[in-house]
């Protein structure tokens, strides 16, 4: 079956503007995770999202936010974009059930900001 | 912060088997361990966990102390194409419930030909 599939891959923004990232996750899943991976801080988890509802959230600023819809698919949402925003930005479904720790990664959303 | 710990680089011949070690000594008792790797420009990749018990899968081998304080991955015959960013993390297991994984900054395995 199909991996989780994030688009776009490639995007170049400039400061102040917003971006709007989508992920979808393997069909049957209905969790979502979004992680941010820099060379300077690697991966760090942004937020998690479960039947629509957030359950569990990093250590962002509330720039960052996320939503995900009754198909499960996903999408996060960064505001007033700033240059250490560049990032790759993983997206990773699992199932509801055992082996939780088994998550399933896109190949993410290289953002850059100018 | 990651409460693993991993040698930051590794080296190995291909066709060797190749010991990633991790050490993991704050680690409580329903909390597994999970490595992952992140191959060059991809997301990372789930390879195997456990709990106590050695566990083994089509891609590697997991040893796992007596006291669980540390762990060992093993490829038993590395290629070229395992050359990535290997991480161990711990994290709960309890089956539907949120969770969220803690990457430290891995082990970066170079496979030499």
């Known amino acids: 079956k199909a991996g989780v599939t994030q688009t776009p891959r490639y995007l170049i923004k400039t400061r102040g503007q917003q971006v709007t990232l989508s992920c979808s996750p393997i069909?049957?899943?209905?969790?979502v995770s979004w992680y941010q991976q820099t060379p300077g801080q690697g991966l760090q988890f942004l937020f998690e999202?479960?039947?629509?509802?957030?359950?569990n959230k990093g250590n962002f600023p509330g720039r960052f936010s996320g939503r995900q819809f009754s198909n499960s698919r996903s999408e996060m949402n960064v505001s007033t974009l700033e240059l250490g925003d560049s990032a790759l930005y993983l997206c990773?479904?699992?199932?509801?059930?055992?082996?939780?720790?088994?998550?399933?990664f896109g190949e993410g959303s290289r953002l850059t900001v100018l | 912060d990651a409460k693993t710990t991993q040698p930051p680089s590794m080296d190995c011949a291909e066709g060797r088997a190749a010991n990633l070690p991790c050490n993991h000594s704050?680690?409580?008792?329903?909390?597994?361990v999970y490595w992952y790797r992140q191959i060059h420009s991809q997301g990372p990749q789930y390879i195997i966990h456990g709990l106590k018990n050695n566990e083994t899968n089509e891609m590697a081998s997991l040893i796992i102390t007596e006291d669980r304080k540390s762990s060992t991955l093993i490829l038993p015959h590395a290629t070229l194409r395992d050359t990535a960013v290997y991480y161990c993390?711990?994290?709960?297991?309890?089956?539907?419930?949120?969770?969220?994984?803690?990457f430290g900054k891995g082990t970066l395995l170079t496979v030499n030909p």
């Open positions: 999202y479960f039947s629509e509802t957030q359950r």
């Open positions: 704050t680690i409580s008792g329903n909390e597994y």
């Open positions: 069909s049957g899943h209905r969790s």
């Open positions: 993390i711990d994290t709960l297991n309890s089956g539907g419930s949120n969770y969220k994984l803690t």
């Open positions: 990773a479904s699992s199932s509801s059930g055992a082996n939780t720790g088994e998550l399933f």
